[in-house]
């Protein structure tokens, strides 16, 4: 890591992703809404996790979305999935205020949301309720630390059974900065590399940002039974 793009801190020296932001960053990086993955496209998104589920036959009972925002996401996923329980959590003040009085669930599902960072929930000691069938974790990552990401992955696994999970690399940042003068200065820019070397011992791709825990489902009962497109990219 070179420094660039290291995130910005609170003043008690706290990683900002980890805190919570303030209006600038959601002023800043969410100021283009028609342009922003997960805003302008959650209902896409929410489409894709429910196909992918209803192919592989298998049924959502649970959700939870990691850090979620202005709530698009969420919202979105709830509706396309329908699952009888649902969590968010969001450190931003005036993003989880945001939320409030907004109806995010149909009638049929039983929404709790939080006011706490990702890394606060996995140091929270593990309760049954913190296991839940997927977790929706975009655009988190990049805010976080690198001890922290490293501290998070671990125990995503241990409570998710599938995670969908979006995390620019600093290659698309780049991108992004020469072809729509895109710069987030709150995120850490890490390689590709980064993310597969940490990801791969606890999670397993079987589709399209969709990840399966290693620790919460065995391989051969996984209902994501298409060989040829499960496992991670060689030569990275």
Request: aromatic share 10%; hydrophobic share 40%; net charge negative.
């Amino acid at each position: 890591m070179d420094g660039e793009g290291r995130g910005r801190r609170t003043p008690d020296g706290r990683p900002a992703g980890a805190a919570g932001f303030d209006d600038a960053f959601w002023q800043q990086v969410y100021g283009r809404p028609e342009t922003m993955d997960g805003l302008v496209n959650a209902r896409a998104h929410a489409a894709c996790i429910a196909s992918a589920f209803e192919v592989a036959l298998q049924p959502l009972d649970s959700v939870i979305d990691l850090g979620f925002g202005l709530g698009h996401m969420l919202q979105a996923v709830l509706e396309a999935v329908r699952p009888r329980r649902a969590f968010g959590i969001e450190p931003s003040p005036s993003a989880f205020a945001s939320v409030q009085g907004r109806r995010l669930a149909p009638a049929e599902t039983r929404l709790s949301l939080e006011r706490l960072d990702l890394v606060g929930w996995c140091r929270r000691p593990t309760h049954p309720r913190h296991e839940v069938d997927l977790g929706v974790c975009a655009s988190v990552l990049q805010y976080l630390e690198d001890e922290e990401v490293v501290e998070v992955v671990p125990v995503l696994a241990q409570r998710l059974r599938w995670l969908y999970l979006t995390v620019p690399t600093d290659a698309e940042y780049l991108q992004q900065a020469e072809d729509e003068h895109f710069v987030d200065p709150w995120a850490i820019h890490r390689p590709r590399a980064f993310y597969v070397d940490l990801l791969r011992p606890w999670f397993d791709v079987v589709g399209t940002r969709l990840l399966e825990s290693r620790v919460r489902v065995e391989r051969w009962q996984s209902p994501f039974t298409d060989d040829l497109y499960r496992g991670w990219p060689d030569g990275v």
